[in-house]
T-cell receptor, first 115, second 117 residues
Framework: AQKITQTQPGMFVQEKEAVTLDCTYD???????LFWYKQPSSGEMIFLIY??????QNATEGRYSLNFQKARKSANLVISASQLGDSAMYFC????????????FGAGTILRVKS | DSGVTQTPKHLITATGQRVTLRCSPR?????VYWYQQSLDQGLQFLIQ???????AKGNILERFSAQQFPDLHSELNLSSLELGDSALYFC????????????????FGPGTRLLVL
């Protein structure tokens, strides 16, 4: 069974600084996908970024980048130039292959951006 | 706004009752997923439908059932409700049914917050 581990229950970062949220995964599949979602206090789940297991380059989406280290089975989210609006819960998730599109989620990391 | 709509936003009911949660996927999306988010279990996948057919099943209780209709909207039925069923229920949608080597991003609705008293 696939598993996602997010070891940081909570993180603080100063506004305008960069922050890294950790995610490690465990799978025996060769083909898989990794996702990060943001959940603000309002409750909705917002897709941030995707990394495929065969992607050779780290994914980037605006201020979000994914530090993908396949051999170490880690997929850390880097948020650059943090903003107050980045305060939220962040979830790392893995698509369970090969059938269907089920997502397995980690426990999440609460990020608080300080002004 | 993800384009996925869920109704109702909030639901308060009593133990033993039955409720129906409704979801409309984004325009053009054929897959619908249901997830449950609770404090003790975290975010858990319940079930996926693709173009009306069940595609994958997760930790869905026998008291729960779902279906996807020809117009692609989906309903999640929860019966014989227990206190532990109190949770945030998300619907998500994606274009296809998923598979290896394919980015099938799931876009989530705002959720239905269920409270069982």
């Amino acid at each position: 069974a696939q598993k996602i581990t997010q070891t940081q229950p909570g993180m603080f970062v100063q506004e305008k600084e960069a922050v890294t949220l950790d995610c490690t995964y465990d799978t025996s599949d060769q083909s898989y996908g990794l996702f990060w979602y943001k959940q603000p206090s309002s409750g909705e789940m917002i897709f941030l970024i995707y990394q495929g297991s065969y992607d050779e380059q780290n994914a980037t989406e605006g201020r979000y980048s994914l530090n993908f280290q396949k051999a170490r089975k880690s997929a850390n989210l880097v948020i650059s130039a943090s903003q107050l609006g980045d305060s939220a819960m962040y979830f790392c998730a893995m698509r369970e292959a090969p059938y269907g599109n089920k997502l397995v989620f980690g426990a999440g990391t609460i990020l608080r951006v300080k002004s | 706004d993800s384009g996925v709509t869920q109704t109702p936003k909030h639901l308060i009911t009593a133990t033993g009752q039955r409720v129906t949660l409704r979801c409309s996927p984004r325009s053009g999306d054929l897959s619908v997923y249901w997830y449950q988010q609770s404090l003790d279990q975290g975010l858990q996948f319940l079930i996926q439908y693709y173009n009306g057919e069940e595609r994958a099943k997760g930790n869905i209780l026998e008291r729960f059932s779902a279906q996807q209709f020809p117009d692609l909207h989906s309903e999640l039925n929860l019966s014989s409700l227990e206190l532990g069923d109190s949770a945030l229920y998300f619907c998500a949608s994606s274009v296809g049914q998923g598979g290896p080597d394919r980015q099938e991003t799931q876009y989530f609705g705002p959720g239905t917050r269920l409270l069982v008293l």
